[in-house]
């Protein structure tokens, strides 16, 4: 059982998909810090990659990802040709790298069609080195036919992420996204069907309207859908931020203790339903390679969330798609047309981003420990006891301890790691447009 201790999670904290996060982003950076971090690559590096496809065939009212409508084929054929540019432009340099992952995510990667996302794959596959990578595309339930499931067997995609979050129709109705039950057994039936080997289902708590019960019969009827991976977040409702949420009914929304009950809930239905707890929002079952890099202490967090890839460079490709690389984070244009602009101009798209020090790779190695380990020698660290000051309501509630610069993050202290993790962070107090940890 969880314990609620609601002044710990009164101040909203990042995700830690990355450190700093994309909120200490600048404009201080921008083409030859792209053109740096992929020369940096050496011969024998093992690099991943993302690529982002901004459109959705419809959208939902909670969404906070950069998309847009895909109602205009011309929009869509056009943003995939400067796509295809921009990837034989780093291809060009990096192409001596080994690449080991793919994920295709946006936005939903099949609002384009079949045949336009397989010349998609075929370019990645053929411009960079790549012997069997691991590919991965996020799908959006609504409109997935069987081409498509016979495109991503016949392209090798082993990997795929459906965005279910919620199987009740009233639910579904008041976030914008009507997609019945059935639909999902069927996609299910396809990816199957189509040796998909590994299937994620994205869940929310904290929605409109949503009651336990609710929640419990979402989580129950998944189970018996059998995906391997679930991903379980709290909708974070941010109309300021994200206008497309005000058609939201902000009155029905559970409050911060039912939110807390519903994650609860989440957690013991997933563990008592077979999967074994990852991170602090993910489950796999337990032979899934999520949960066996969790076990054996090789679990990382990059943008894509909880992930068993090792790799320290990731690079981002599309508009707003950000890359990692071991000295700096860098993000591609929000704006589709700038994108546009400045790959037609045959410049890398990077207008934000930052440079991390010395001090930040510290950080952030620490962050992604206790995240994903759940213990990190912090002696590194040059405030050490201004964090130790900021975690004494975390060890008075003896949700963390420490071994001289050793911190520990105990089991009960799950739904507070972001809290915890946020005792770390140097950029929080200039950043406060998050979500709760919880
Ligand atoms: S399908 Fe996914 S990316 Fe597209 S609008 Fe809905 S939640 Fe956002």
């Known amino acids: 059982m969880w314990t609620y201790h ?20 600048d404009d201080r950076v921008g083409h030859a810090d792209m053109q740096a971090g992929l020369a940096g690559i050496a011969a024998d590096d093992t690099v991943s990659l993302y690529v982002h496809i901004p459109y959705c065939r419809q959208i939902c009212w909670y969404c ?41 995510g946006g936005g939903s990667p099949n609002a384009v069609a079949p045949a336009q996302f397989a010349r998609l794959v075929d370019l990645v596959t053929t411009r960079f080195r790549c012997d069997d990578p691991v590919l ?13 499931a016979a495109m991503l067997a016949a392209h090798r995609v082993s990997r795929v ?12 109705a008041a976030i914008g996204r009507v997609q019945p039950a059935d639909e999902i057994r069927r996609v299910m039936d396809l990816l199957r069907r189509a040796d998909i080997g ?28 059998a995906p391997d991976r679930f991903a379980v977040f709290g ?19 559970p409050d911060a ?10 957690h013991a239905t997933l563990t008592a339903g077979g999967h074994v707890a990852i991170g602090f929002d993910h489950f796999a079952v337990p032979g899934d390679a999520l949960a066996l890099a969790s076990a054996n202490g090789t679990l990382r967090r990059n943008f894509q969330g909880f992930t068993e890839d090792q790799a320290t460079t990731l690079i981002g490709l599309g508009v707003s798609a950000i890359s990692e690389f071991p000295d700096r984070l860098l993000q591609n244009a929000k704006n589709t047309g700038r994108y546009h602009l400045l790959i037609a101009a045959g410049r890398f798209a990077t207008v934000r981003g930052l440079r991390r020090t010395a001090e930040d790779r510290v950080r952030a190695r620490a962050i992604e ?10 002696s590194g660290v040059a405030d050490l006891a201004g964090v130790r000051d900021r975690l004494t309501p975390f060890e008075r509630r003896q949700l963390v301890r420490w071994e001289g610069a050793t911190l520990w993050v105990l089991v009960e202290a799950r739904p507070y790691a972001r809290s915890i993790a946020a005792a770390v962070d140097q950029y929080q107090s200039a950043a406060r447009q998050f979500s709760t940890a919880v």
């Open 64 to 104: 906070g990802c950069n998309t847009g409508a895909a109602n205009r084929s011309a929009r869509l054929d056009a943003y995939l040709e400067r796509l295809e540019q921009e990837i034989a432009r780093v291809a060009d340099r990096v192409g001596h790298a080994r690449v080991g992952r793919i994920a295709f």
């Open 257 to 266: 203790r039912a939110r807390f009950a519903q994650a609860a809930l989440a």
């Open 235 to 253: 909708y974070a409702h941010v109309p300021a931020m994200i206008p497309r949420q005000r058609r939201i009914d902000a009155s029905a929304l």
């Open 198 to 225: 590994s299937i994620n289902f994205d869940l929310m708590y904290g929605l409109p309207g949503q009651s336990e019960a609710a929640l419990e019969a979402t989580l129950v009827d998944s189970l018996a859908m």
């Open 161 to 172: 992420s459906l965005g279910v979050q919620t199987l009740d129709p009233a639910i579904q």
């Open 369 to 378: 420990k206790i995240l994903t380990r759940g213990t990190a020698d912090l």
């Open 6 to 25: 609601p002044d710990l999670l009164a101040v909203p904290v990042p995700r830690y998909t990355s450190y700093p996060t994309a909120a200490a982003f």
């Open 136 to 148: 991965s595309v996020e799908i959006d339930p609504r409109g997935f036919t069987a081409e498509w």
